[in-house]
């Protein structure tokens, strides 16, 4: 490829990739909620996968990570660390197949006592994206997930 082509196809992708932006949109947002959390020994992960459960629950590891569109051996490290600390419960058998994930009592007391460092993230994100920007990540995700 002659320099000036690869120049082109260079300056494309730099202005114009979804995916270049979104991870950086990601990263950005992640970092909000990770440092509003960290007080409380957890992550926005961990709390996406505490908020399934507690939706949902009992439900499988696999039903999890589906929802949140998550790498199962992903699920499996954060649902470890979570049981460690009463978060999440599990019930059934040793195989991923047959278990269920439950919210602990612990995990209860997590999400209420998340409230308010959530909230804070949340503003602080929508101050940053704006009106017409966090609008359209809404939906954005709710069009990706009507189709998981």
């Known amino acids: ?3 000036d082509t690869l120049m082109k196809t260079v300056d494309l992708i730099a202005s114009e990739c979804i995916a270049v932006r979104i991870r950086l949109l ?7 909620f990770d440092n509003a959390l960290r007080p409380l020994g957890m992550k926005v992960s961990q709390l996406n996968v505490l ?14 990570a589906r929802r949140l569109n998550m790498e199962k051996s992903t699920l499996s ?11 999440i419960k599990v019930s059934g058998g040793q195989s991923g197949r047959k278990q269920l994930l439950e919210i602990g009592t612990a995990g209860r007391k997590l999400i209420r ?3 308010p460092a959530w909230k804070k993230a949340q503003a ?3 101050a940053l994206l704006g009106q017409r920007g966090a609008g359209a990540i809404h939906q954005a995700a709710n069009a ?3 189709q998981l």
């Open 1 to 3: 490829m002659k320099n």
């Open 26 to 32: 990601n990263r950005t947002v992640t970092n909000i």
């Open 51 to 64: 908020i399934v459960v507690a939706k949902r629950g009992p439900i499988s590891p696999g039903d999890v």
């Open 77 to 87: 490290r954060n649902v470890d660390r979570m049981k460690i600390h009463g978060w």
């Open 113 to 115: 006592k998340s409230l």
């Open 124 to 126: 602080r994100t929508e």
């Open 144 to 146: 990706v997930w009507t």
